[in-house]
């Protein structure tokens, strides 16, 4: 059923975008109101009227990004995967588990910042095929600072950065400075930009309310629920993965132990006391495409299929318990 997708990078691939985009969110295209925008450690988006991230508007908002993010991720894909992923498969693995994460534990400022955090992963992977990285390190300081802005907990996607950097090139300190001063620009034209107009104040109470430890907790059946089949999935695919012999090549190899960092570093965050259910769309970013590699390395594709019919089904049952 899914051998083409798994498999091949054919242009019908295309069609299983909206299936799962429907499947995903059938509910939300009959009730928008079902969706809500959590508008919380950001110290960008609190300046815009709140009528902005109002139902139905902020669940319209958080759907479209995370599309948005999808349909990048497939140029992405087809450019630091090639020979080794289906150019879609990523994509739909993110839409079936992006969209059961909205469903169960929200999303709001974390849906923009996926969109920074992808394309600051590229111009770290590109660094590999490069000799001059300057620009690319500067970009991806730069966008990992616009992420932190809309949504603080990316700012741990620094780390990925600079360890990124280590990984597929030899180390040279200028590269990591390179990379400080992307992200702190932003920072400063943000602070003078609050400066000039008198909210000096309003910008240290937003970054004040931002440090402060949250009180979240897995209290929800659908939560704990939610969390251990993440686990299990990336459990399963990091070991698929390496067993499979699908990293062969060393830039694979790196690309994805940059990607099991990334997993790491926001699993840990999400259970310490900073912890934040929008921590959980990250950690999806990353995931799709450990799943991707070891669903590709699976010699039956019968099972694989039967798996990802199963993450559908899971996406419809998530809505199910939402109506009742």
Same mark, same amino acid.
């Given at each position: %059923? ?5 498999? &091949? ?6 069609? @299983? ?5 429907? $499947? ?28 902005? @991230? !109002? ?22 894909? !087809? ?16 839409? +079936? ?11 709001? $400022? ?9 394309? $600051? %992963? ?10 001059? #990285? ?9 966008? $990992?600072?616009? !992420? &932190? ?35 702190? +620009? ?10 000039? @107009? ?13 440090? #402060? ?7 929800? #059946?659908?939560? +704990? &629920? ?42 840990? !965050? ?6 934040? %259910? ?38 419809? #049952? ?7």
């Amino acid at each position: %059923m899914f051998t083409k997708l798994i498999r &091949t990078s054919v242009p019908s691939n295309f069609l @299983f975008l909206p299936i799962v985009i429907i $499947t995903g969110w059938w509910l939300f295209f009959i009730n928008m109101d079902k969706i809500e925008w959590l508008n919380e450690k950001s110290i960008l988006l609190p300046l815009l009227p709140s009528e902005i @991230f !109002a139902p139905p508007f902020g669940g319209i908002l958080a759907v479209l990004f995370t599309i948005s993010t999808a349909l990048i991720m497939i140029p992405f894909t !087809a450019k630091y995967f090639h020979n080794s992923l289906s150019n879609l498969l990523p994509s739909v693995l993110f839409l +079936i588990l992006i969209s059961q994460v909205q469903w169960v534990f929200k999303s709001g $400022t974390s849906s923009i910042s996926l969109f920074f955090c992808l394309l $600051t %992963m590229r111009y770290v992977f590109e660094t590999y095929h490069q000799n001059r #990285v300057f620009h690319y390190g500067f970009m991806a300081g730069f966008l $990992t600072s616009l !992420a &932190t802005l809309i949504y603080f907990p990316s700012v741990l996607f620094l780390i990925v950065c600079w360890t990124g950097l280590i990984l597929l090139r030899s180390f040279k300190l200028r590269e990591i400075i390179i990379v400080i001063i992307g992200f702190i +620009i932003p920072l400063i034209l943000t602070h003078a930009f609050f400066m000039i @107009f008198g909210n000096e104040q309003k910008l240290y109470h937003l970054i004040e309310n931002i440090l #402060v430890q949250t009180s979240f907790k897995l209290d929800d #059946v659908r939560q +704990i &629920t939610g969390s251990v089949i993440i686990g299990i999935l990336f459990l399963w695919g990091f070991i698929k993965a390496i067993l499979s012999g699908s990293l062969k090549k060393i830039v694979i190899r790196r690309y994805f132990e940059i990607l099991t960092l990334g997993f790491t570093l926001y699993s840990v !965050a999400f259970f310490l006391p900073y912890g934040d %259910m929008g921590l959980i769309s990250l950690l999806i970013l990353f995931l799709s495409f450990i799943i991707a590699l070891a669903i590709t390395s699976m010699r039956k594709p019968l099972f694989a299929s039967l798996l990802i019919l199963f993450l559908i089904l899971l996406q419809i #049952v998530v809505q199910i318990s939402f109506v009742i």
